[in-house]
């Protein structure tokens, strides 16, 4: 039962997954669900994708086998309560059947890990992976609920994520994004034998990249322009409206600068006309989403970087913002004050206030030391404590080969 694939033996891998592979579209959007299944690809495994969601690239397709079948999620989208919450049943029940009958048609008794990618396929997957031996992994990019008890009519609320959170599986992956996802875990009672609670990785421009930092403005058409940026998807709880009305309060008196917005989602007709309706439009600028090319890019060419979110603030953008020293201005949510740290790694604000928030970019605005100096500081930071894609991906994927391996040699799979 052994095949040769580049020069390495046989493993397989399942994906089993209610997300898109990119949030945003081909090259854009969130890449650890990219850079996962690509790890994988290279290191030899047989990797199966068994996806609800859809929007898998054409690279993966002819590479991978993928099982695919798109649910429309307006079952869910109620305008009440209750509504919305026996939507989610009816639509977890139906890709949890969708799931299931893909996993029995892929098995043949070949060992194999499964990986459930996100809440939605955990707990099925578990469940058919008790009956058979293989190992489970269960991998989460942050939650919502480091502080929801773990009470029976919470976990009838928000099914099934306290239920994925519970969940005891081989190996469970936490990305430690801020949202204290290791508190979640202990919260839910998880009983997990490994805990991984893990930094994305990032991509850290060189410095010749940072050299070239004029260069990309004349591409970027920044022209002698202070620019501020965010960087996320459009979504009310990414708080990109106060960046808005923060910089409308300071837009007359500095016209030498320009917020640019990237990214795309729900809420953007929202806050395009938001910004006329305070007459900035001429210094919003409204990007949409860009391919990661564009926004390494933007990060370097920058000046100012804005992340408000309201939960936290650790996503990827903010860790690819201190590794292209830009100076940051943050808000003191979740884990948002081991990154950053005020006055001396970015501008770290203990509350969402818009007159705090435009006081920060008028200040940072005026003063390009201080930019350079908090930038520096950020940078050096993510030198010392943060890892590359590589050796985020390289780590993870020799531990679950372990896993597999010790799973076969212990005759766990016969």
Not at 147 to 160: D, E, S
Not at 196 to 202: A, H, I, K, S
Not at 278 to 294: M, S, Y
Request: with cysteine; proline share 3%.
């Amino acid at each position: 039962m052994k095949k040769e694939l580049e020069g390495l033996p046989f493993k397989r891998i399942i994906f089993v997954t209610d997300l898109e592979v990119e949030s945003l579209g081909e090259k854009k959007g969130g890449r650890a669900f990219y850079n996962t299944l690509t790890v994988y690809i290279n290191k030899g495994w047989d990797v199966h994708l068994i996806t609800s969601r859809g929007g898998v690239p054409e690279e993966f397709r002819n590479t991978i086998r993928v099982y695919e079948r798109v649910f429309p999620t307006g079952i869910y989208e109620k305008p009440t309560k209750v509504g919305r919450l026996l939507g989610r049943y009816r639509y977890c029940r139906k890709i949890n059947r969708f799931f299931l009958d893909t996993l029995n048609k892929i098995d043949d008794g070949k060992p194999c890990v499964v990986y459930a990618y996100e809440v939605a396929g955990v707990l099925v997957a578990k469940r058919w992976t008790a009956r058979r031996g293989y190992p489970i992994i269960s991998r989460f990019q942050g939650t919502w609920h480091a502080n929801t008890a773990y009470t029976i009519l919470n976990r009838f609320r928000f099914y099934p994520h306290l239920q994925a959170l519970h969940a005891g599986t081989d190996m469970v992956i936490m990305t430690n994004d801020g949202t204290q996802g290791d508190k979640a875990l202990k919260v839910c009672r998880n009983n997990s034998p490994a805990i991984r609670f893990w930094l994305n990785g990032v991509n850290v421009p060189s410095n010749q990249e940072l050299d070239g930092r004029n260069d990309y403005r004349k591409q970027l058409h920044y022209d002698d322009k202070i620019i501020c940026v965010t960087v996320s998807r459009l979504e009310n709880w990414k708080r990109v409206d106060w960046a808005i009305n923060a910089f409308a309060l300071i837009a007359g008196e500095c016209p030498q600068a320009e917020l640019h917005i990237y990214g795309d989602g729900q809420s953007r007709q929202e806050l395009e006309e938001q910004s006329r309706m305070l007459h900035i439009e001429k210094q919003v600028r409204f990007h949409g989403a860009v391919d990661h090319e564009t926004i390494r890019k933007v990060m370097v060419a920058s000046d100012v970087f804005l992340s408000l979110y309201d939960l936290s603030n650790v996503g990827n953008p903010l860790l690819e913002a201190m590794c292209a020293a830009k100076a940051i201005v943050t808000i003191d949510n979740g884990d948002t004050g081991k990154f950053i740290h005020n006055e001396e790694t970015g501008i770290l604000l203990p509350a969402p206030d818009i007159e705090l928030i435009a006081s920060s970019m008028l200040r940072l605005i005026k003063n390009k030391e201080l930019r350079v100096e908090l930038g520096q500081n950020a940078r050096q930071f993510a030198q010392e404590h943060f890892w590359s894609w590589k050796v985020r991906m390289e780590t993870e994927e020799k531990m679950v080969g372990e896993l597999l391996d010790t799973a076969v040699k212990n005759k766990k799979i016969i």
